[in-house]
């Protein structure tokens, strides 16, 4: 059997891995519910458009793998399985399996289990927590700002346009060096 990429019309236009024997031609679509195969007049095959990938014909070894892949993801047909291990050059089949699937659908997620009644639910126990104080504070912490804050409030400005002046003069937050930022506002002044 020939094999070829070409665009059959099935439920609208689709690109199709199709063999073509001497009685019969047949196109494994990737359909909505899974892979099948389906019977085409030789007429419509010779017809059907060839499937280009660039200025070539598209490979249709690399076609067959990809319908395998998606097969084995959506499902496939077994009558899809047997054209597919039909050996290229080989005779037309004498009989084909029927067109029903091969491997289960894939399986939905679970459903997460039942909420029990609200009567029944209870709220979950806060842990007593027991806090340490650190031997070193965090650099920061605690004071966070506040250099911006106690400069802002010196030169009587607002703090987001004392930050929004450093950062127009090449500063970057964190702003914790405070000679830097004086030197940057007295050049500023």
Same mark, same amino acid.
């Given at each position: 059997?020939?094999?070829?990429?070409?665009?059959?019309?099935?439920?609208?236009?689709?690109?199709?891995?199709?063999?073509?024997?001497?009685?019969?031609?047949?196109?494994?679509?990737?359909?909505?519910?899974?892979?099948?195969?389906?019977?085409?007049?030789?007429?419509?095959?010779?017809?059907?458009?060839?499937?280009?990938?660039?200025?070539?014909?598209?490979?249709?070894?690399?076609?067959?793998?990809?319908?395998?892949?998606?097969?084995?993801?959506?499902?496939?047909?077994?009558?899809?399985?047997?054209?597919?291990?039909?050996?290229?050059?080989?005779?037309?089949?004498?009989?084909?399996?029927?067109?029903?699937?091969?491997?289960? $659908?894939?399986?939905?997620? @679970? #459903? %997460?289990? /039942? *909420?029990?009644?609200?009567? !029944? =639910?209870?709220?979950?126990?806060?842990? $007593?927590?027991?806090?340490? @104080? #650190? %031997?070193? /504070? *965090?650099?920061?912490?605690? !004071? =966070?700002?506040?250099?911006?804050?106690?400069?802002?409030?010196?030169?009587?400005?607002?703090?987001?346009?004392?930050?929004?002046?450093? =950062?127009?003069?090449?500063?970057?937050?964190?702003?914790?060096?405070?000679?830097?930022?004086?030197?940057?506002?007295?050049?500023?002044?």
């Amino acid at each position: 059997m020939e094999r070829s990429v070409r665009y059959i019309r099935v439920d609208g236009m689709k690109p199709a891995l199709c063999f073509r024997g001497k009685k019969h031609a047949y196109a494994i679509i990737n359909d909505e519910p899974c892979v099948r195969a389906v019977e085409v007049d030789l007429k419509t095959h010779d017809l059907a458009g060839v499937v280009g990938k660039g200025f070539f014909p598209y490979p249709h070894g690399e076609f067959t793998e990809r319908m395998q892949a998606v097969g084995t993801r959506k499902g496939i047909t077994l009558r899809a399985l047997a054209l597919l291990a039909v050996p290229e050059g080989a005779e037309d089949p004498e009989t084909l399996p029927p067109d029903e699937i091969a491997a289960p $659908e894939p399986a939905e997620r @679970p #459903s %997460p289990p /039942p *909420k029990p009644p609200a009567s !029944e =639910r209870r709220a979950p126990k806060r842990a $007593e927590r027991q806090v340490t @104080p #650190s %031997p070193t /504070p *965090k650099r920061g912490v605690g !004071e =966070r700002g506040s250099l911006i804050a106690k400069l802002a409030a010196e030169l009587n400005i607002a703090p987001q346009q004392l930050r929004l002046s450093l =950062r127009m003069a090449g500063l970057r937050a964190p702003y914790d060096d405070e000679v830097k930022i004086r030197a940057v506002i007295k050049g500023k002044k």
